[in-house]
């Protein structure tokens, strides 16, 4: 006959809601009683039956976390933030790659990955507004990112101009005047690349320096992609003291590129990232960058999505929440 909670409850004398918030990784749980429990069902050999769990409560206690590549450090990085945090309200997160194309995020909305979690945190690169408002169901949905700004949806992000100003108005006040962009066109206004060269642009007309395009190469968000942008800089003669890379994989591939070609940083040319990933602080020279505020934007996010999934947000219009940001100066660019 199959261990059952009731099993378990008996043989580690606790109740048997006490075995269920064991089970649902509970945070407020004495840790002798825990200990208790998880004896009891390693001695008995119990297997939770997650699948009648959920058809009795209509919960899974799981949520989906799309985003295009986690082999981009900044998502690998805000994944791992994302899975602690909703660990900690008793939540686990599963975890889909769009790879950037409509087809993906759409699966991801109304798919089976939808129909196995509660809610989901969603950072579409490809799909629109109305499509989304119409394929995402009646589950909460909480949009990461920049790319969707409506009303209709609760939208978690960081301050990509007034980061990006501020980045660059600190190279600006180290004497630089030239002062490259790299992962953006210079027609960009939207998304991450169009709101971090908007706030370059603000930054400079503040200090009465001249936008200049040729000084925005366009580039994979990549580290091939920064070392190809600055390998390309040199080869055309355009003159520059500074590289702002748009995120910090970027601006570590300048950095590579330019050590390799014996052109010294900062002295000869400084270097500024944005993200704050944990390879920039180990990087030689380390890397100066933005910290978006990542650990807020897991906790608020995750927050958010929960409080909406139990009923304690009411699912009226959309919140907008952007997370705070520090300038870390490192060598790169003191």
């Not at 509660?118 to 989304?132: N, Q, S, Y």
């Not at 169901?137 to 009303?151: C, Q, R």
């Not at 993200?275 to 960058?289: G, K, V």
């Not at 608020?300 to 947000?313: H, P, T």
Request: charged share 20%.
């Amino acid at each position: 006959m199959a261990v059952t909670m009731n099993d378990v409850a008996r043989a580690a004398g606790v109740s048997l809601k006490t075995v269920s918030n064991v089970l649902n990784e509970y945070e407020f749980i004495r840790p002798a009683t825990k200990q208790k429990v998880l004896d009891a069902i390693a001695e008995l050999g119990y297997e939770a039956n997650l699948t009648a769990r959920s058809l009795r409560s209509g919960k899974t206690r799981m949520l989906g976390l799309v985003l295009s590549d986690l082999s981009i450090p900044y998502y690998a990085e805000l994944a791992s933030r994302l899975m602690n945090v909703a660990a900690g309200r008793g939540y686990r997160v599963l975890v889909e790659q769009s790879g950037a194309t409509a087809a993906h995020e759409l699966s991801a909305l109304q798919g089976p990955f939808r129909q196995l979690t509660d809610g989901l945190l969603f950072t579409p690169l490809t799909l629109d507004a109305g499509t989304i408002a119409a394929h995402r169901g009646a589950k909460p949905v909480v949009m990461l990112g920049e790319h969707i700004a409506d009303l209709r949806f609760d939208l978690v992000t960081m301050k990509n101009a007034e980061a990006a100003a501020a980045i660059t108005a600190h190279l600006l006040s180290g004497g630089r005047r030239r002062i490259a962009v790299l992962g953006a066109a210079a027609g960009d206004t939207a998304d991450s690349p169009g709101l971090r060269l908007n706030g370059y642009r603000q930054a400079l007309k503040a200090a009465g320096v001249e936008f200049d395009p040729a000084l925005v190469v366009e580039c994979d968000w990549r580290r091939d992609g920064g070392a190809s942008a600055v390998g390309g800089l040199l080869g055309s003669g355009v003159p520059f003291d500074a590289v702002f890379g748009l995120n910090d994989a970027i601006a570590l591939g300048a950095l590579h590129e330019l050590l390799i070609r014996g052109i010294q940083v900062p002295d000869d040319v400084a270097v500024a990232g944005f993200d704050d990933i944990e390879e920039a602080r180990f990087a030689s020279p380390s890397l100066t960058t933005v910290s978006p505020g990542m650990a807020e934007i897991a906790e608020r996010s995750i927050a958010l999505l929960i409080d909406r999934i139990e009923g304690a947000e009411p699912a009226a219009e959309g919140l907008r929440i952007e997370a705070g940001f520090e300038l870390k100066i490192r060598d790169s660019a003191p």
